[in-house]
């Protein structure tokens, strides 16, 4: 009998019709039983008259599985397996803990320190080869990246495939058209038919990323699109994600980003932000592993006060977090209190120079905003848009990944290690009835680890009246730019005051002092 | 027959009664009429029987005048002068044009640079001394100063005198009392008996700003008191404020702002939000000459949205301009828009490095909300915070004035000059439907003289596609931190693209070309 460890795939497969349009026509299912408990769990469709069905398991033990199906050749086939402890690398999926974080299933922490790459997995292969490596040998655990391929400045290449059968038109509509980029008239795909070697390459890298322990935030829809993947209508929408689910739920390392800047979409005939709903719960109740779920924004609170009535309302229960653009970091605690959620600032300006800005940031900028968010709590997503020269055929790390070239991402690096070995995990904001000026400061819950950052602001001496009153610290200053540590204080309390570097970025790591 | 020039101070004395309490007891105003109109104008008691009317006519010509007293040796005494055309520097006061612009009451364009020392005029003499070289030598048209002496951290010495009969307690409380650093019982002034010896000295000081160019922001109530200036009852307030409004509304460079962090004075028995309304109405029917009157914030919008409710409505009619403490820069649009009024920032943190989150911003950043705010048409104040060392006694120039050590004034006075040089005058924001990230740009109403700044963001190439489609400019580039300003282009127009350097802190300066 087959064994697999726990939050590892269970994949079978049955040979099926091969007629008709089986996407549409076949219906599987089959249903997982362990301990009494069953999970009904929806296969798809493979190709060549293979019909898939996998599963996620989460309990150790015996497993057995019996399928249902609309077609009596798939009826009643059954099965069983065993399930044994996780072990190594594999700590499950990445979960909710404690309101406002994040840990894996098994507990271990996990604090996301994410990047941006969005159609990598569509490029040429050596580039596709080049982001695998630059993975391998930076420090991020979690990447955003697209389900379809991307259209747009700079990522005008077509891919060798697509998600559909089908072809994109021979003249599609230049960056200028007022209809996004393609008419509805000019498709050329039916999506009633999917293409599963595209499917069967996406899931590939995403194991690839497993490998690395890095998560997939993989973007389901986008507007970013010349082919009218995001203009296929309801009924369309729903059954990609009944398949997209089916195929990849059974990915421990994959999040449901629902779209990437939805409130973009909500003209001509893509899709509006009343249907949102409708596709979060497709996706939460088609999902029998209840992957991480959200949904990310362009329109910025409170700065687009005029433009963010298409708000996507985060407090629906299948929101598991919050994955927002947003530049303005003292909203991070806000949307805590308000949604009592995690919250990823899921696109903070990319390091770059590229034309626009959001993708001309400095790196200072990049690794400020990292530093003031987990300090509150919060979390960060980078990118990067350099460009070597205006139009370059250069793959952009944003939208192509390939390379990184910055200066950001190292300090990135260094700060989740060092936060890693400062056990500044699972962090909440302290001393933040204070304006966005002041510190940002946050605590692990048992107040024995604590981070004072202090971004561009240069006191020649200061206090930190907030600490709890009774508690001693031993403290470490950090400069979050030169990436340095040294012994600052062997004890600070809520009264000391201190004198400091007049230096930028620098910040506080405080450990208590055990009695 | 006396003249004196349009704008200037008339000023005429008579002999009164010097017992009981002349300042409760005796009323003296004077008609000014010229040309048939009437101006109706309060005089005061300047001490030892004197009692003195001051006006700033504002037409040439012919005036006289005749006074009114509830005393009859102060009635119906009358007398006449020539007003003469305003000649050299003395373009008028400062008033507000095209709605959401300054020029002088001549027409000449004023653009407010202003800086901040909040009790300069009640240092020591060799530091008032400093205070007013320091502003011949740098390039600051308006000051925050206030009447009242201060009381805060670093504000501990007593002035030589204070502003009513009376002393300070024998024993204040320290920095940390709950009751605002003195006990109402403790209060040993008479505030219906003033000194004017401190109007004198405060006067003299205003002429020697006047001198120089440089507009009063005179602050007429603040929270950082422990002698009960900021507690002394409505009755006394309305008294104090006819009685400052009688002596200095013949100043043309004076501005009013009511107070200083109103929304700190909400506690105790110090002045509510209510109050203000009364509080603003009498300073504007008072005053003649209808100066300038604003009233200045502590707590900032969006960020602390749960704190501003006791938020002042500047759209009274009495407010003729904005004047905020504020960080969020896109907010000015929003004020203009909103009020339709000037808007100043007339704090956005100090160049500094003193403990207090708005006292430690780099000289960066003090630099970049200028250049944000002005490319906006909208106006900022500076302010400087630098310790030798903490505790030190030198002075700060924030609140006493003396000497400037950082690096921010500099480059203000660059802009100043750079601007005027430039014709960047009454400028409205161009291109702002576009988020935080985006290019600060502002136009002249004529479109001829166009300012982009690009902050932090570090494009490599760039085009600006909001200007006029038919009109092409001379481009210059600045840097606003290194001070330089060099050719870019001869002709740009909306569909140029150009190359940028990779460096913070750049701007264009456009042109029109004429045909």
Known sequence: METIQQWKRFEVTFNGPIDGNPYTDVDIFADFVNNNHTHHVRG??????????????????????????????????????????ATGNNHGPVIVKNTTSFSYADGTSYTPVGTTAYAWAWQPKDVQKDTLE????TNFNKIRMTVFPKYYNYNTQEPSMYPFKGSHPQSHHPYTTDDWWIKKEDIKFDFTQFNPKWFEHLEKQI??????????????????DHWGFARMGMENNKRYLKYIVARLASFKNVWWSMANEYDLMDDYDQIKLGDWDELCETVHFEDPSQHLLSIHNYYNPPIHHLK???WYDYSKPWITHISIQNYSYYMAVQWQKEYQKPVIFDEIRYEGNIEMGWGNRSAEGEVDGFWKLMAHGAYATHGETLLDKPQTNRPIWWAHGGKLYGESYKRIGFMRKLFEKNNLTDIVPIGIDTPDWELYAGATRDDKHIVIYFGTSQPRFENIPFLLQDKKYKAELVNAWSMTQKPFKD?????????????????????????
């Open 308 to 310: 963010t009535s298409n």
């Open 44 to 85: 798809f469709y493979a190709g060549n008259g293979k019909y898939t069905v996998r599963y996620m398991p989460q309990e150790t033990g015996h497993w057995n599985y019996k399928t249902s199906s609309n077609v009596s050749e798939l009826n009643n086939l059954q099965g069983e397996f065993n399930v044994s402890a």
């Open 134 to 137: 630059t993975l391998r040998n």
């Open 491 to 515: 004890e600070i309390d809520s009264t000391t005051w201190f004198e400091l570097p007049r230096e930028k970025y620098q910040a506080l790591i405080l450990t208590l002092k055990e009695d």
């Open 207 to 224: 194991d690839a990323l497993d490998e690395m322990g890095i998560e997939a935030d993989l973007i389901l829809f986008h507007p970013y």
